[in-house]
């Protein structure tokens, strides 16, 4: 059964995987609770190309130092992979909101991946910063209620704690 959505993210449609060449059954190859095996390169395509066309709303979410941004000898020389950067944009371009997770603040976690519009989980989760659709150097902290009455304890705490490893 196939169906079109109206809401498919603009541009899913024009998505191409690779043939896939593999023997899987298509009633198999969607199969995700306790998988035999990994899928292979080709089957997972295969199987995002069917999420990107299928879903009624999609978000990208990533790690974002290891991940999006290779490790550094020093956290602050870590510079954004340009191919990670260009993805990000061109997914985010697609209307497909950008959520990146980091240990850093959301402020710092924005100014590293340079994505505009994009929503950063900083501090561990404790703060989400939503970085500005136009300039993605600018945006806005927002931190859970829970911590607020703490964040500034919270803050300096973290931030001898960084300064314990950079010393």
């Known amino acids: 059964m196939s169906e079109t959505l109206s809401n498919t993210p603009e541009g899913a449609e024009n998505f191409k995987a690779p043939q896939n060449t593999s023997k899987v059954a298509q009633s198999e190859r969607f199969r995700t609770p306790e998988l035999e095996r990994p899928l292979t390169v080709e089957e997972s395509l295969d199987k995002f190309e069917h999420i990107l066309k299928t879903a009624q709303s999609l978000v990208f979410a990533t790690d974002l130092d290891g991940t999006v941004l290779p490790f550094a000898q020093d956290p602050r020389d870590c510079k954004v992979d340009p191919l990670a950067k260009d993805s990000l944009v061109r997914l985010q371009n697609s ?50 209620e829970q911590f607020q009455p703490h964040s500034q304890q919270i803050t300096n705490l973290l931030g001898g704690i960084r300064n314990e490893f950079l010393t």
């Open 95 to 144: 209307g497909i909101p950008i959520v990146v997770m980091t240990g850093r603040s959301g402020a710092d976690g924005a100014a590293k991946i340079e994505v505009p519009g994009s929503i950063i989980v900083g501090t561990a989760g404790w703060e989400v910063y939503k970085t500005d659709p136009n300039n993605p150097s600018q945006g806005e902290s927002i931190i859970d």
